[in-house]
């Protein structure tokens, strides 16, 4: 349990500090420590919404979040995340997804991101809002927050700049972890008290790396390192479950 406390609070930091929540990564560190898949979901969301709170007040007291594009991705995308939450899903194709995202995340956070917009955006970022609802559903149904996956599309249709796009990432996270963990309650199941048991010390630890890490981001670690750093332990993640299954 300490490994995985240390693990949460590494993968805390280094999320909040380009504007995700982690989803991903707590379920497939879950998932590497052999704990019952069916309660990944319900600790995975839950960590989410502690960490990206944090980090959506600190931008928005920061003035760097853009509102009104922000609000219309979460729009879309929250009824989608509890959809999902509310779908079942089997133990083996749930842990292929996520083990396949979390490799392909990886490859998408290491392509270079200018710290600021390079020109307009593209023709192609007219379309990304096509995107929330079905990165919204997936969120919900294998317990991430969606913004992981959001974010390159924004990034390679120059949507907006790096913080812009981090701060709207982790609002997004943080509505589609509403959603998604309440479509997960309304799912039922006798999984609740084993997810209080398993995900009470992961929160608390989250909460502290989930500050940092938006701390972190907004005065003192260069983007670059960040987004490395983060692809480096997403890769290390994503293959080994790949490789257990």
């Not at 319900?42 to 609000?71: D, E, H």
């Not at 939450?85 to 997804?97: D, H, N, R, S």
């Not at 969606?146 to 996270?173: D, Q």
């Not at 309304?186 to 500050?211: C, E």
Request: with cysteine; hydrophobic share 55%; charged share 10%.
């Amino acid at each position: 349990m300490i490994v995985l406390v240390i693990a949460f609070f590494i993968t805390a930091v280094l999320y909040a500090s380009v504007g995700f929540g982690g989803g991903s990564t707590y379920t497939a560190l879950l998932a590497l420590a052999e704990v019952d898949y069916r309660i990944f979901p319900l600790v995975a969301l839950a960590c989410n919404i502690v960490v990206v709170a944090g980090s959506t007040i600190r931008f928005a007291r920061a003035r760097i979040t853009p509102w009104k594009n922000a609000l219309i991705l979460t729009g879309l995308a929250a009824p989608a995340a509890f959809a999902g939450g509310f779908t079942p899903i089997e133990e083996g194709a749930f842990l292929t997804i996520l083990g396949a995202s979390l490799v392909l995340t990886a490859m998408s956070l290491v392509l270079p991101v200018s710290e600021k917009a390079v020109g307009k955006p593209i023709g192609a970022a007219r379309f990304v809002p096509l995107l929330a609802m079905p990165l919204g559903y997936l969120a919900g149904l294998v317990g991430i927050g969606g913004g992981i996956f959001l974010a390159p599309f924004l990034h390679l249709t120059r949507w907006n700049g790096a913080r812009e796009i981090a701060s709207t990432t982790s609002f997004f996270i943080l509505v589609n972890s509403v959603s998604g963990l309440a479509g997960q309650l309304v799912k039922g199941g006798d999984r609740l008290s084993m997810a209080i048991d398993v995900g009470l010390p992961l929160l608390v630890t989250v909460a502290i790396g989930g500050q940092l890490g938006s701390l972190l981001a907004l005065k003192y670690l260069p983007t670059r390192w960040i987004r490395l750093g983060t692809a480096a332990l997403t890769a290390w993640v994503g293959l080994r479950l790949l490789f257990e299954l």
